[in-house]
């Protein structure tokens, strides 16, 4: 009887203790965690390293808004404070160091036989017109759009919080507002220089040529150059890219959602980046990387002896529709050239 009723403990027990194993894994199972998400200790870090999604209930209609924290957002964010920045850091240090070591081997790109005295019409006022007003909203967008990815890191510890917030709320509006005259800028400048820049087999020789960078060469080129046609169709195509995805931000969840959303953000940050180091490259050669060249579109003309080195063919189809007699004798030179 005593063995029976010591065998009967046993049985109890150890059902009894299978039984709590069993109901301590059902409890642990229908809780992700042992966090308890109600607890007022839990850590924000915490929750989301063990909840995928944090949602919560709301009242008013804008339901996405019930959505606090979600895995692609958080892939976003390390994005933007990541990913672009690298990317950013990469593209624009990069191009600037490769011109200044250009800038330092090869220096300025000289009118090899010097100035003729002669000049020729290159861009009417219009042209120029477009040109810089595009150009000078590009500068701004690219200055207020770079204070968006990398103005925390670089520029709230140099100033005070109050005045990174004043020029950040300045620099957004203007990134906002400039962003229309911008893409005005882009449609003209796609209907008004198409005409002279589609590629075609003097490109193909001009570039296989080194474009007259490398060494001395001077290859033929008609009014736009391999290079010139190839800097027109990154405004076109970018600036197309960005307005597209810029303006799919500043009127948002007008028939996107939350992944749209995000990745235009994505879109629009790297193609600004690529953008602004392709424009760095123009602006070099458009300055100190050619001499005569910045005239073409601050004054509208440049030397003959310019036209002929850089744009031999297009001198002559210039020549042969206008005659000689559209130079015109240059007032003074400029000194220090
Ligand atoms: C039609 C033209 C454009 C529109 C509509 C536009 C619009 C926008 C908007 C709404 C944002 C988001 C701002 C925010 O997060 O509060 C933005 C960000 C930005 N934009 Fe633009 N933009 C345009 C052109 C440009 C251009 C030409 C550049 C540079 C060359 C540029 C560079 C940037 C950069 C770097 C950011 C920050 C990206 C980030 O850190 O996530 N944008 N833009």
Same mark, same amino acid.
């Not at 011109?99 to 330092?104: A, E, K, N, Q």
């Not at 009014?223 to 799919?248: E, M, P």
């Given at each position: 009887?005593?063995?029976?009723?010591?065998? !009967?403990?046993?049985?109890?027990?150890?059902?009894?203790?299978? $039984?709590?194993?069993?109901?301590?894994?059902?409890?642990?199972?229908?809780?992700?965690?042992?966090?308890?998400?109600? $607890?007022?200790?839990?850590?924000?870090?915490?929750?989301?390293?063990?909840?995928?999604?944090?949602?919560?209930?709301?009242?008013?209609?804008?339901?996405?808004?019930?959505?606090?924290?979600?895995?692609?957002?958080?892939?976003?964010?390390?994005?933007?404070?990541?990913?672009?920045?690298?990317?950013?850091?990469?593209?624009?240090?990069?191009?600037?160091?490769?011109?200044?070591?250009?800038?330092?081997?090869?220096?300025?790109? %000289?009118?090899?036989?010097? %100035?003729s005295?002669y000049k020729i019409v290159r861009?009417?006022?219009?042209?120029?017109?477009?040109?810089?007003?595009?150009?000078?909203?590009? /500068?701004?967008?690219?200055?207020? $759009?770079?204070?968006?990815?990398?103005? %925390?890191?670089?520029?709230?510890?140099?100033?005070?919080?109050?005045?990174?917030?004043?020029?950040?709320?300045?620099?957004?509006?203007?990134?906002?507002?400039?962003?229309?005259?911008?893409?005005?800028?882009?449609?003209?400048?796609?209907?008004?220089?198409?005409?002279?820049?589609?590629?075609?087999? !003097?490109?193909?020789?001009?570039?296989?040529?080194?474009?007259?960078?490398?060494?001395?060469?001077?290859?033929?080129?008609?009014?736009?150059? $391999?290079?010139?046609?190839? /800097?027109?169709?990154?405004?076109?195509?970018?600036?197309?890219?960005?307005?597209?995805?810029?303006?799919?931000?500043?009127?948002?969840?007008?028939?996107?959602? /939350?992944?749209?959303?995000?990745?235009?953000?994505?879109?629009?940050?790297?193609?600004?980046?690529?953008?602004?180091?392709?424009?760095?490259?123009?602006?070099?050669?458009?300055?100190?990387?050619?001499?005569?060249?910045?005239?073409a579109?601050?004054?509208?003309t440049v030397d003959i002896?310019w036209a002929?080195?850089?744009h031999?063919?297009w001198l002559?189809?210039e020549r042969?529709?206008t005659?000689p007699?559209q130079s015109q004798?240059?007032?003074?030179?400029?000194?220090?050239?």
């Amino acid at each position: 009887m005593t063995t029976l009723l010591a065998r !009967v403990r046993i049985v109890v027990g150890a059902l009894t203790l299978l $039984g709590f194993a069993v109901f301590s894994h059902l409890v642990a199972a229908q809780q992700p965690t042992s966090v308890d998400p109600a $607890g007022s200790a839990v850590h924000e870090e915490q929750l989301l390293q063990q909840f995928k999604t944090i949602q919560g209930r709301g009242s008013i209609p804008d339901v996405k808004s019930y959505t606090i924290e979600q895995p692609a957002g958080r892939d976003w964010r390390h994005f933007h404070e990541v990913t672009l920045r690298w990317i950013g850091a990469v593209a624009i240090v990069g191009i600037l160091a490769v011109l200044v070591i250009f800038y330092l081997t090869r220096g300025m790109v %000289r009118i090899e036989s010097g %100035r003729s005295g002669y000049k020729i019409v290159r861009f009417g006022a219009y042209e120029r017109f477009v040109h810089w007003m595009t150009a000078t909203c590009f /500068i701004v967008l690219a200055l207020s $759009g770079l204070n968006i990815t990398f103005g %925390r890191p670089l520029l709230l510890p140099l100033m005070s919080p109050e005045a990174f917030t004043a020029w950040s709320e300045w620099a957004k509006y203007a990134h906002n507002y400039l962003s229309f005259p911008f893409t005005l800028g882009v449609i003209l400048i796609f209907f008004m220089w198409i005409a002279g820049n589609i590629p075609n087999r !003097v490109d193909v020789e001009w570039f296989k040529r080194g474009g007259g960078m490398v060494g001395h060469d001077h290859p033929p080129a008609e009014r736009f150059n $391999g290079g010139q046609k190839a /800097i027109y169709w990154i405004v076109v195509l970018g600036g197309t890219a960005v307005a597209v995805s810029g303006y799919t931000l500043i009127f948002p969840f007008y028939g996107t959602d /939350i992944e749209t959303m995000q990745s235009a953000t994505m879109v629009h940050g790297i193609i600004a980046m690529l953008f602004i180091a392709a424009m760095l490259g123009h602006i070099y050669i458009g300055t100190i990387g050619m001499e005569g060249a910045f005239e073409a579109m601050g004054e509208g003309t440049v030397d003959i002896n310019w036209a002929k080195e850089h744009h031999a063919l297009w001198l002559e189809q210039e020549r042969a529709r206008t005659g000689p007699a559209q130079s015109q004798r240059q007032p003074a030179a400029t000194p220090g050239e």
